[in-house]
């Protein structure tokens, strides 16, 4: 069974960090693309960013550039995102999804899902 698990989130105040995981199993994660989204109540998931299997990061959302960093560690199977200088605005679930090689904006084009995290930044 293929399978993604996220941990990590939490509340944080403005400014703080948070680094969440994306665990794999039954798959291998090294050949796939990592995307994390993010989806705020009452709307629908967004990219964040990617991370191919070759280790290029797309940056999808320009708010983040800077202040997010995706990577990922295969000999654990597993994919992470720091999130640094966190802001209220960066409130959501955030699920972290795979597709096979190559990054995708889209969610109808990653075939693994997360169950998601809630991150929540305020004072």
């Known amino acids: 069974q293929l399978q993604l698990v996220e941990s990590g989130g939490g509340l944080k105040q403005p400014g703080g960090s948070l680094r969440l995981s994306c665990a794999a199993s039954g798959f291998t994660l090294g050949s796939h693309a990592i995307g994390w989204f993010r989806q705020v109540s009452g709307k629908e998931p967004e990219a964040v960013l990617c991370?191919?299997?070759?280790?290029?990061?797309?940056v999808y959302i320009n708010s983040v550039e800077g202040r997010f960093t995706i990577s990922r560690d295969n000999a654990k199977n597993t994919a992470y995102l720091q999130m640094d200088s966190l802001r209220p605005e960066d409130t959501a679930v955030y699920f972290c999804?795979?597709?096979?090689?190559?990054?995708?904006?889209?969610?109808?084009?990653?075939?693994?899902w997360g169950q998601g995290t809630q991150v929540t930044v305020s004072s």
């Open positions: 999804a795979a597709k096979p090689y190559v990054c995708a904006r889209w969610r109808d084009q990653y075939n693994v």
């Open positions: 991370i191919t299997s070759t280790d290029a990061t797309v």
